[in-house]
């Protein structure tokens, strides 16, 4: 399985390291997921350029994280247009401390599938098995999901108990000379 993380341009040219997406990517990447990183923010290109490719790249998964703040919903709001644009439009996963408080409100604007809330490196490797396998998201802890019209907030996840379960950032996948 193909999997584009997006670390999207926050305008202000401060190079501050993705750390939940690294995190992310190195639980993936363990799992013998194929990761793919698409660095926005140190390219800094348009939004449109995500969709050429998508069109250009073909992934089984997006997923994109973003904080709480007006700037950053503006633009989740232009990288979902991008996504949902793209002829080979995959599954499309958001996460990070942005979408939590209003889930709902967060699939209907970005028309994303899933939104992992709370940490994500065991709820997205459920997920993505779950996806992967075609089988109900219905069982997986720490998501809301739609279905065709129709939101299912899934219980919670429990915080990870020993954080030295995590394997560290998957650095080498990151321009980490830009941060």
Known sequence: MRILLVVYDNGSYMHVFPSGLAYIAAVLEKEGYDINIYSQDKFHYPDGYLTEYL???????????????????????????????????????????????????????????????????????????????????????????????????NARRPLIKDVDTVPFPAYHLFPVDYY
């Open 55 to 153: 069109n250009r790249n073909k992934y089984d998964v997006v997923g994109v994280s973003v904080i709480g703040g007006y700037y950053q919903y503006r633009k989740l709001i232009k990288i979902s247009e991008a996504i949902n644009s793209s002829k080979n439009r995959p599954f499309y996963i958001i996460g990070g401390h942005g979408p939590s408080p209003e889930p709902k409100y967060f699939l209907k604007i970005t028309q994303a599938d899933a939104i992992v809330l709370g940490e994500g490196e065991i709820t997205v490797s459920e997920l993505l098995k779950a996806v992967a396998g075609n089988k109900s998201l219905s069982a997986v802890k720490g998501i809301v999901y739609r279905k065709g019209d129709k939101v299912f907030i």
